[in-house]
């Protein structure tokens, strides 16, 4: 295995990153249940969670990496598990692209715009930056993802009507980036 660098020191695992990076417990707490196969880490300055999922035995794959936060339906998507292979392998050109993704939660913040048809959740765009310039990730409600698959017209259709107002809710929420920089100088 080639040398990783993490802030200047040889790590050998995608643990030893996570344990590194969220080492600040101003700003972190780590849940890592033995029972399960994925790490969490939690934010203290507000309701986001960084997720870490199946790292095995030796912390050389990591399957995905996501953020979400308890306060919108919006979440970050899928950031190794198209390929966990390839883009979850423990490299130093990994672990960049992961810790390039994770400034979005941690410094920079997010907005979720959440779409509700009567008191269902149909969908959410997330924008991983706040002036909405980058496409937004697609996350389509449980109880609508077949359905406008199926129906496909129909939801064309409702996605324009809801665009402009005519039906549903739509709520925009800004999602604080952890680590407010403007406040920690």
Do not use: H
């Amino acid at each position: 295995m080639d040398r990783v660098v993490f802030n200047g020191q040889q790590i050998s695992n995608w643990l030893d990153y996570i344990l590194m990076k969220f080492a600040d417990q101003d700003y972190f707490e780590i849940e890592n249940k033995a029972d399960e196969v994925f790490i969490i880490v939690n934010s203290l300055t507000n309701k986001t969670k960084i997720w870490f999922y199946g790292l095995g035995d030796t912390g050389l794959l990591l399957t995905d990496c996501q953020y979400s936060s308890d306060e919108c339906q919006g979440w970050s998507g899928e950031t190794c598990a198209v390929d966990c292979n390839k883009y979850g392998t423990f490299t130093q050109e990994n672990l960049n692209t992961i810790d390039e993704i994770l400034d979005t939660p941690i410094y920079k913040g997010w907005i979720s715009v959440d779409y509700y048809l009567g008191d269902s959740f149909y969908k959410s765009l997330t924008y991983a930056d706040k002036d909405k310039t980058k496409p937004p990730f697609k996350y389509v409600g449980s109880k609508f993802g077949c359905v406008s698959i199926i129906l496909f017209p129909i939801f064309i259709v409702i996605n324009f009507l809801l665009k402009i107002g005519l039906i549903g809710n739509k709520t925009e929420i800004t999602i604080d980036p952890i680590i407010n920089k403007r406040n920690d100088v």
